[in-house]
Nanobody, 126 residues
C-alpha cells in the first residue's frame, strides 16, 4: 500500500501562488506516476497534471498550462504542484494520486490511479 498526504492548500487572492505537496509513504517503489486532480463544488473531479516518477515526464490539462508546474523529489518521496497566477476558477479541493503504471491514453482518467490522498482545499478570491 501507498499512503499519500497533501499539504499546502489555503486561501489566496487572484494572481497569487501556492505550492502543494504530496508526501508518499509505504510501498513507494510501486509509484510509477503521480497525478494531481481537483474537484470544485458540484463538479466532477478533473485531471490537472501528471509526472512520471523516474523520468519526470509531465502532462497538464490545457487550463493550467503555463501557470502550474508539477515536479517530484524521488529521494524525499514527495510530489509538488506549483500554482502561479491563480484564478477564481482554480478553487477546488486538490487531490494527489499515484499509479503503478503509465498509460498515454488513460493518464487523465481516475481509474489509472490506485492510491489517493485526502485532499487539500485551495480557494482563490477575486
Amino acid at each position: 500500500q501507498v499512503q499519500l498526504v497533501e499539504s499546502g492548500g489555503g486561501l489566496v487572492q487572484a494572481g497569487g501562488s501556492l505550492r502543494l505537496s504530496c508526501a508518499a509513504s509505504g510501498r513507494t517503489l510501486d509509484i510509477y506516476a503521480m497525478g494531481w486532480f481537483r474537484q470544485a463544488p458540484g463538479k466532477e473531479r478533473e485531471f490537472v497534471a501528471l509526472i512520471t516518477w523516474s523520468g519526470g515526464s509531465t502532462k497538464y490539462v490545457d487550463s493550467v498550462k503555463g501557470r502550474f508546474t508539477i515536479s517530484r523529489d524521488s529521494v524525499k518521496n514527495t510530489g509538488y504542484l506549483q500554482m502561479n497566477n491563480l484564478k477564481p476558477e482554480d478553487t477546488a479541493v486538490y487531490y494527489c494520486a499515484a499509479s503503478s503504471y503509465y498509460s498515454g491514453t488513460y493518464y487523465s482518467q481516475r481509474t489509472m490511479y490506485k492510491y489517493w490522498g485526502q485532499g487539500t482545499q485551495v480557494t482563490v478570491s477575486s
